[in-house]
């Protein structure tokens, strides 16, 4: 966690292969990439970004992070949220 305000927290994380599907019931989430590309996979299209590109995943939207090299990612969403969603 970089950062706190109001009810939201600013996240960093390397990433590299595929996280789980999963959706978080009562928050957005939004995903800015530093460097390098992240698809984010959602159950009707994916979603690819590259440094300096974002996209907010809408509460309650099942969806699976995957970065098939190692990406630097800032992530804001609401505090306490967890990074598994409702699973």
């Given at each position: 966690?970089?950062?706190?305000?109001?009810?939201?927290?600013v996240k960093a994380a390397?990433?590299?292969g595929e996280f789980m599907w999963h959706s978080h019931n009562d928050a957005d989430e939004l995903f800015i990439v530093v460097t390098?590309?992240?698809?984010?996979?959602?159950?009707d299209r994916e979603v690819i970004l590259n440094p300096g590109e974002c996209f907010v995943v809408p509460k309650g939207v099942e969806h699976k992070p995957v970065a098939h090299e190692e990406a630097h990612v800032l992530f804001i969403e609401k505090a306490g949220t967890v990074n598994t969603g409702d699973k």
């Amino acid at each position: 966690i970089l950062a706190q305000f109001d009810n939201y927290q600013v996240k960093a994380a390397k990433m590299k292969g595929e996280f789980m599907w999963h959706s978080h019931n009562d928050a957005d989430e939004l995903f800015i990439v530093v460097t390098g590309t992240l698809t984010i996979c959602l159950r009707d299209r994916e979603v690819i970004l590259n440094p300096g590109e974002c996209f907010v995943v809408p509460k309650g939207v099942e969806h699976k992070p995957v970065a098939h090299e190692e990406a630097h990612v800032l992530f804001i969403e609401k505090a306490g949220t967890v990074n598994t969603g409702d699973k």
